[in-house]
């Protein structure tokens, strides 16, 4: 079962606006979630990350959101640039720090 | 470069060979994780380490697959008589205990 959903394969942003990448979760014991970019031939690096106490983080360009009623969380990149075209993958975990379950990803495309 | 490394980054085998991979995390990181990734998803978890210690491996990782960690420091997975649905991306990624984990670059195995 799929307990780490993100529902849009794609998306498509014109540089200098908002982009907004989606996920929801099925497991209610899930108490912090992250998100990781990844680029072709190398490995997910780390952007931010939410405890379940929270409803916001922001780190610069980058706020994340969590709905905790919806099993819902949202990442907001502000302003959008050329260099944020990667696949986003949103992830979870019962304790920080023990085993990450992963959604399938985002490829977000930044046009100039 | 301090970050985690993985070598071989690519490996081609034959169907019923054995193939063993290495993960040197960031020095200091006492937790150790291994992932695999196929194509259109996101990482699965397979196994990971505090210190030397095994803590939790996944139903993914069939009695084929070994992975240890003897000193603490670098780790080592090895698949044994390989089968063609091993093909995937295998990840390693550190954290310095309940933290956010930081990835390698992968080991990408094909098996003929």
């Known amino acids: 079962d799929q307990q780490v959903k993100q529902n849009s394969p794609s998306l498509s942003v014109q540089e200098g606006r908002i982009s907004i990448l989606n996920c929801d979760y099925t497991n209610s014991m899930f108490d912090y979630f992250l998100w990781y970019k990844k680029y072709p031939a190398e490995g997910p690096t780390f952007l931010i990350s939410i405890s379940s106490i929270k409803d916001k983080n922001e780190d610069g360009r980058f706020t994340v959101f969590l709905n905790k009623s919806a099993k819902h969380l949202s990442l907001h990149i502000v302003p959008s640039q050329p260099g944020d075209s990667a696949v986003y993958f949103c992830a979870a975990s019962v304790v920080y720090g023990n085993k990450l379950v992963f959604g399938a990803g985002t490829i977000l495309r930044v046009k100039s | 470069d301090t970050g985690v490394s993985q070598n071989p980054r690519h490996k081609i085998t034959k169907r019923g060979q054995n193939v063993t991979f290495r993960c040197d995390p960031i020095?200091?990181?006492?937790?150790l994780y291994w992932y695999r990734q196929t194509l259109g998803q996101g990482p699965e978890f397979l196994t990971y380490?505090?210190?030397?210690?095994?803590?939790?491996k996944s139903r993914l990782l069939s009695d084929r697959f070994s992975a240890e960690r003897p000193k603490g420091s670098f780790s080592t997975l090895e698949i044994q008589r390989t089968e063609q649905g091993d093909s995937a991306m295998y990840l390693c990624?550190?954290?310095?205990?309940?933290?956010?984990?930081?990835f390698g670059p992968g080991t990408r195995l094909t098996v003929l």
């Open positions: 380490f505090q210190n030397e210690a095994q803590l939790e």
């Open positions: 990624a550190s954290s310095p205990g309940l933290m956010a984990q930081y």
């Open positions: 020095s200091e990181h006492n937790r």
